[in-house]
Nanobody
Framework: QVQLVESGGGLVQPGGSLRLSCVASGFAFSTTSMAWVRQAPGKGLEWVSTINPEGKTKYYTKSVDDRFTIDRDNSERMVYLQMDYLGSGDTGVYYC?????????????????RGQGTQVTVSS
């Protein structure tokens, strides 16, 4: 059974930083691409970033390309999202997602129900 548990969210002022974490279990993590997606208030899920299984290839949506960094630790079954220069447009619930058979690449994770996520609120 796939389990993804996100943490690290919180309230941060504009321009601040947060580091999100996700611990994964129930599937072959080290051979699976992982993504972060988010849901802003009143909107649908938006793909944010993807990292390939080896951690060497990374993709970002344009709005976060120069501010966010995705990373992973296969030995710990963890995926991270370092978020810098946060703005109000980054507010939302953030989820991690595993790539499943048939999912498009690199943008996946927005079609399935996710775990509990972690709330990120950017406000002064």
């Amino acid at each position: 059974q796939v389990q993804l548990v996100e943490s690290g969210g919180g309230l941060v002022q504009p321009g601040g930083s947060l580091r999100l974490s996700c611990v994964a279990s129930g599937f072959a993590f080290s051979t699976t691409s992982m993504a972060w997606v988010r849901q802003a208030p009143g909107k649908g899920l938006e793909w944010v970033s993807t990292i390939n299984p080896e951690g060497k290839t990374k993709y970002y949506t344009k709005s976060v390309d120069d501010r966010f960094t995705i990373d992973r630790d296969n030995s710990e079954r963890m995926v991270y999202l370092q978020m810098d220069y946060l703005g109000s447009g980054d507010t939302g619930v953030y989820y991690c997602a595993e790539r499943q058979l048939g999912d498009p690449f690199p943008k996946f994770g927005t079609r399935r129900p996710r775990g509990q996520g972690t709330q990120v609120t950017v406000s002064s």
